[in-house]
Each structure stands twice: as structure tokens, then as C-alpha cells.
């Protein structure tokens, strides 16, 4: 928080608006009669104040995340549905004129309410496409603004809110078999020297699992939304050179 110039005061009123959307959000999921008054009993706020952050409008956060989720639905689809891939399974390039297979047909179909002209300008922004000849071309299927760091934090920080909730939900679930999978493999005494190799080695298998995976998700998506849900699997590397840690056996844990 410090390094991205947030000051504690604006930290301290997202956890206020946090807790009250939390609480309101398990009270409803217990099927309870949830009031203002139950809210602010249970966070510590006053009523004034829960009213206050409840009527709040939908925060930037969530209207980055459903741009971020648009863009990567439209990027899965490229290289997913038999429209846009060719013989070989290769996304072909897109018309950006009305012939299709078309740039337009594919964001029409896959991207809800947002323009094409809009939609062109984010993937060519973030350089997953390249339009050449009147033709946009698939350079890379994973989306991250390029040039925004502020969106970028409130990407990934939907990551680190996902993980979070899959730790509180594993330590308060009793039964193993209703637990979600989390897992990692770790060695405290990887030489150095073969960092880069474990980098590369750990992209590329994760990569090929994740896009196994998004098709798998393609192909049983939903036909109408309401009888649809959400689910993910995430994937993450890290790495500390400047800590020598007590241990001596790799370790693949919970």
C-alpha cells in the first residue's frame, strides 16, 4: 500500500466499506433478516455509517474486474470456438471489415454491452492482438493492461481476495472432502544458479494447464446465465533470494 502512495485514511474507509458489504453478504447466505442495525452490530460501525457505505455505488474495482473479465472471455473464445480457429486448432486472424470471421462477430457474441471499437483499442493496448491489413491478429491469450497501473492493482488484487477466501474457507470447513484445493511445491535450497530454468520450466506447464483448462470451461459453460456460477484456479510464482530460511526438505504442502 505504501509503495502504490496510499495513504492509511483511504486503506482504513475501503475496510470499512469491505466489512459491510461482508456482513450484509453473510447474513443474506444464511437466509437471515439482515437490517442496518444487525450490520452495525456486528462490524462496530455506527448506523449513520453502515447506511452510508451501503448506498454507496458499485466501486471502480468491480467495474475494472467485469473490463478484465470481458477482455479475457473474448481472448478464450479466439482460441476456443470453431469460428475463429482454423483446421489445426490456430486462431485464424479476424476481418475487422463485416466478413467474417470477423473481429465484430467474435465480440458481438462473447463481450456483452461493450463496443467493438472499444474493445479492439483495450487488446491492442494491452498487446494481446496486432491489426495489420485490416486484420487483428492473436499475439497472446492472457490480458493485463499494459500502460495502467491502477487497474493492473485492482486486477490482481481480485486474485489475492479469491486466495484469500479459499484460506478461510479451508481452515473453516470441517469435512476434507469439502475443502478446495490448494496446494504449492517449494524448496528452501533451489541453487541460484537454476532460477531462471525453474521460471521458465513453471511458466510453460502452467500456461499449457491453464489453457487445458479454460477450454475445458469453454465447452460447459452455461446457456443461460442465471443457471450458471463462478469458479476459478489461479497460479502463482514466488521467490525470495534475501532469506535464508530454517529447513532442509522440499516440501509440497496445503
Request: hydrophobic fraction near 35%.
Amino acid at each position: 500500500m505504501i509503495r502504490q502512495g496510499i495513504p492509511s485514511s483511504h486503506l482504513e474507509s475501503l475496510v470499512r466499506k469491505a466489512y459491510v458489504d461482508e456482513s450484509f453478504a453473510l447474513n443474506e447466505a444464511k437466509g437471515g433478516k439482515t437490517t442496518v442495525s444487525s450490520v452495525a452490530a456486528q462490524t462496530g460501525l455506527s448506523r449513520k455509517e453502515v447506511k452510508r457505505l451501503k448506498e454507496l455505488p458499485e466501486s471502480d474495482a468491480q467495474r475494472q474486474q467485469q473490463k478484465y473479465n470481458r477482455a479475457t472471455r473474448v481472448l478464450s473464445a479466439w482460441v476456443h470456438h470453431d469460428a475463429f480457429i482454423d483446421q489445426d486448432g490456430k486462431p485464424l486472424p479476424l476481418n475487422l471489415s463485416d466478413k467474417e470471421p470477423s473481429f465484430a462477430q467474435l465480440i458481438k457474441k462473447f463481450s456483452g454491452d461493450i463496443t467493438v471499437k472499444a474493445m479492439l483499442d483495450q487488446l491492442t493496448s494491452a498487446g494481446c492482438i496486432r491489426v495489420e491489413n485490416d486484420q487483428a491478429y492473436l499475439l497472446k491469450v492472457s490480458y493485463l493492461p499494459a500502460n495502467d497501473q491502477e487497474e493492473l492493482i485492482k486486477i490482481l488484487g481480485a486474485d489475492t481476495a479469491e486466495l484469500l477466501d479459499t484460506i478461510d474457507h479451508n481452515i473453516n470447513t470441517a469435512l476434507s472432502e469439502d475443502k478446495r484445493y490448494q496446494r504449492k511445491v517449494s524448496t528452501k535450497h533451489l541453487d541460484v544458479k537454476h532460477l531462471q530454468a525453474f521460471k521458465e520450466l513453471s511458466s510453460e506447464q502452467a500456461q499449457s494447464l491453464l489453457l487445458s483448462l479454460d477450454k475445458w470451461l469453454s465447452e460447459h459453460e452455461a446457456e443461460e446465465p442465471e443457471n450458471g456460477c463462478y469458479v476459478s484456479l489461479g497460479i502463482y510464482f514466488y521467490e525470495s533470494t534475501n532469506e535464508l530460511k530454517k529447513g532442509d526438505a522440499n516440501d509440497i504442502s496445503n
